[in-house]
Structures are given as structure tokens and as C-alpha cells.
């Protein structure tokens, strides 16, 4: 059964699809997607591979552009090359970019959909987990610098986004548990039913968790697109997240630091006496079941603090912390002092 989220955006709204499936009968009626003009798919040399060239081959007027896999290529000069493919392939003005991949490739191509001739027409075809239910939603795009991730980039709201989750059977195992430590997060944020490894772990119900945990960020993004308040909600246990993937250099995925960064605030939350009930052990289960991390190992506390303390969203250096309260309260807390911070990693250790 398809299931349709509506969005509300600045720049008009749009429809989540979720679908299981959705990719065979986008190719099978084209019109109906509003795929049957000119397109692009941009999509890796793996995707293309298992889904990118069978699709474009049954949309009347489509063609695959390739980019390198891997987050080492969500750069300049990977959408540079996206435009002269773009040029290369005919793309003018009233053509449409499908971004279909993982966030990398959503954001990248998303990218250079929002700036090739000052803006072409974007559907997102998420792939991964964290893809359908994080980058493909809120419209932020955009690119890595070498002395940042994400420090470049746009607001650009897709068309369509368009999830079919049986592409799920091929995401790598590992990386279909880094898109469930983002699930679990929406679940902290909002859901309930996300916090149930019965659940998550059940492969018939995953257009039930993709959409359960896509209307959690619909809800927050719909309420404060530009982040200006209830947005910064989502970053729970990123700022401890950043840290850990940057101290390991990352060796860790972005998902298993939010995993440890998910307890790292359910933690410092019962240390300062802001959430009421053993919300840290119920995170703790939670991700045994799902098997994410929920130990430091060997990074060094200091180096944690030290990275922590770079973070952008920490304005003059003032530390910042979204807590928790309880499951589906959220509060934001500024000047944690660095010993909190510091015991809250020793008891992840
Ligand atoms: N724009 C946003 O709001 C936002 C939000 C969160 C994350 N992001 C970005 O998303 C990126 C991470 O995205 P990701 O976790 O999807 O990583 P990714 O795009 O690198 O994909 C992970 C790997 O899985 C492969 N893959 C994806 N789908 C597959 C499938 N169905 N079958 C087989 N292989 C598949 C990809 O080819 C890749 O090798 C980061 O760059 C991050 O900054 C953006
Ligand atoms: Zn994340």
C-alpha cells in the first residue's frame, strides 16, 4: 500500500512516496511521476548498477549520470563534473535532476540540481535508510570542504521524493544499522513505536518505521524550516556524534556515533536530573537489539571534548545540549559544565 506524506515547504509543497516496489512502477508509468521529460539520474557506479540503468532505460527521455561512491566525493568538484555532464547530456532549464543513491548522492546531486542554471527540477529517490528518513526530507543540499562537512550547500525542495524500501534488500547490513540509529532518534523525538526492536527489526514492517520516521522530521521541519528552533531537536546526540566520528578518524559511521551519541544525552540527561526514568537503559537495550554501538572503546575523552568544543552549533563557545526529558520531550541546555561532559564519556567507556 503507497502511503503519501504531503509537506509543507517555503519554496511550495511536495509528496513523500512510500512505496515497496515504487521504483518498478515508476518505470512503468513515467507520466504519472512526471518522469516521462528530460532526466537525469544521478546515481554511483553500485546503484547504478543495481537499480540506476534498468530505470533510466524505461523512462522515455532519460539518461545516467555517474558519480564516485563514498563521502570523499561530496565535493566541488564532484558537482562540477555533475554540470558538465548536465551540459554533456542536453539538460537545459526545464529538465529534472533524480538523485538516486544514498545522502551522498542526494546531496550532492540535490546540489547541483539547486544551482545548475540557477535551479533545475529535483525528485529524490532515496536508498538508504538514512537517506529515506533524514537527508531526502527538510531540502537541505550540498557538499563537504576539506576543513568541514556540509559547509556548503542550499536549501532546494525536491519535486517528489520517492522511497521504494524493498531497495532496502541490497543496503549493506552495516549500513541499514547506521539508518536505525536516525530511526531510533526520531523515535526519541516523537514515536514510540520506533523504540520497538520487535519493530525495527521486522523487514515486513519497514514502510512502517520509513514512514512512521519520516513523518517525525516532516512534523519538525513543516514547524521551522530555516532551523531556527524546534529544527536544532534533531541534532540529538550529534554533538556528541561529531566528536566521536572526527576523534576516529572516521573509522566510525556517522549512524554508529549516533548511537553513542543517542545514550551520550539520554546519559547526561539523568546526570542532571532532566529526564525522569531509566530512559538511558531502555536506549542501551535498544541498541544491543538493533546492534549499534553503545561504548567509546578507546577514544580519548579529552580529544571528545576538545572536538565537541568546534562544534558550529555552539554560539561563542557556549556549550550546547539537546536532552532529553522523557521520550517525545525535548529540551535544549547551554554551559553543561566540562566535567558533566566528561564523566558522561567516562560511563561510556
Ligand atoms: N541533507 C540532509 O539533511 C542530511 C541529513 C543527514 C545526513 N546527510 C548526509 O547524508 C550522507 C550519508 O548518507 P548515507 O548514510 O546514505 O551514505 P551514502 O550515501 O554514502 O550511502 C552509503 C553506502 O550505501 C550504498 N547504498 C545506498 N543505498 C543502497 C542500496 N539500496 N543498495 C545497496 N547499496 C546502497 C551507497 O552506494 C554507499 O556506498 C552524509 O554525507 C550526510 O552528511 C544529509
Ligand atoms: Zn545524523
Known amino acids: 500500500v503507497a502511503e503519501r506524506i504531503a509537506v509543507n515547504a517555503p519554496g511550495g509543497s511536495y509528496d513523500i512516496v512510500i512505496d515497496p516496489g515504487l ?15 528530460h532526466v537525469a539520474v544521478v546515481t554511483n557506479p553500485t546503484l547504478a548498477g543495481i537499480y540506476g540503468d534498468a530505470l533510466a532505460r524505461h523512462l522515455p527521455h532519460a539518461v545516467v549520470v555517474v558519480m564516485s561512491e563514498g563521502e570523499q566525493y561530496k565535493t566541488l568538484e564532484t558537482v562540477a563534473k ?36 540557477r535551479g533545475v527540477r529535483l525528485v529524490q529517490m532515496p536508498t538508504s535508510l538514512l537517506a529515506m528518513v533524514d537527508s531526502s526530507v527538510g531540502g537541505k543540499v550540498g557538499v563537504d570542504l576539506p576543513q568541514g562537512k556540509n559547509l556548503v550547500g542550499a536549501f532546494k525542495q525536491p519535486e517528489v521524493v520517492l522511497i521504494d524500501t524493498d531497495v532496502l534488500r541490497t543496503l549493506p547490513a552495516r549500513e541499514w544499522r547506521c539508518g536505525m540509529a536516525e530511526v531510533i532518534k526520531h523515535g526519541l523525538l516523537a514515536d514510540e513505536t520506533l523504540l520497538d526492536p520487535g519493530i525495527l527489526m521486522n523487514p515486513e514492517r519497514a514502510p512502517e518505521v520509513v514512514r512512521r520516521a519520516v513523518q517525525v522530521k516532516v512534523d519538525i521541519v513543516q514547524q521551522d524550516p530555516f532551523e531556527q528552533n524546534v529544527r536544532a531537536y534533531l541534532n540529538l546526540g550529534h554533538t556528541f556524534a561529531h566528536a566521536i566520528e572526527q576523534v576516529s578518524g572516521y573509522n566510525w559511521l556517522h ?8 545514550l551520550a544525552a539520554a546519559k547526561l540527561s539523568q546526570k542532571l536530573g532532566i529526564c525522569g526514568r531509566a530512559l538511558p537503559s531502555e536506549v542501551e537495550d535498544i541498541l544491543a537489539e538493533v546492534g549499534l554501538p553503545s561504548r ?3 577514544l580519548d575523552r579529552e580529544a571528545l571534548w576538545a572536538a565537541m568544543a568546534t562544534d558550529k552549533k555552539w554560539k561563542g563557545g557556549r556549550s550546547r545540549f539537546v536532552l532529553l526529558r522523557d521520550v517525545g520531550q525535548l529540551c535544549i541546555v547551554e554551559d553543561v559544565p566540562k566535567a558533566d561532559i566528561l564523566d558522561t564519556f567516562r560511563s561510556l567507556e
Do not use: K, N
Open 296 to 298: 567509546l572503546g578507546w
Open 23 to 37: 521504483i518498478v512502477r515508476v518505470a512503468a508509468r513515467p507520466a504519472d511521476y512526471r518522469l516521462d521529460g
Open 255 to 262: 549512524g554508529e556515533a549516533v548511537a553513542v551519541g543517542l
Open 82 to 117: 555533475l554540470y558538465v555532464d548536465f551540459v554533456r547530456v542536453g539538460m537545459d532549464r526545464s529538465s529534472t535532476v533524480v538523485a538516486l543513491g544514498g545522502g551522498v548522492v542526494g546531496d550532492t546531486a540535490g546540489f547541483a540540481a539547486a544551482t545548475y542554471m
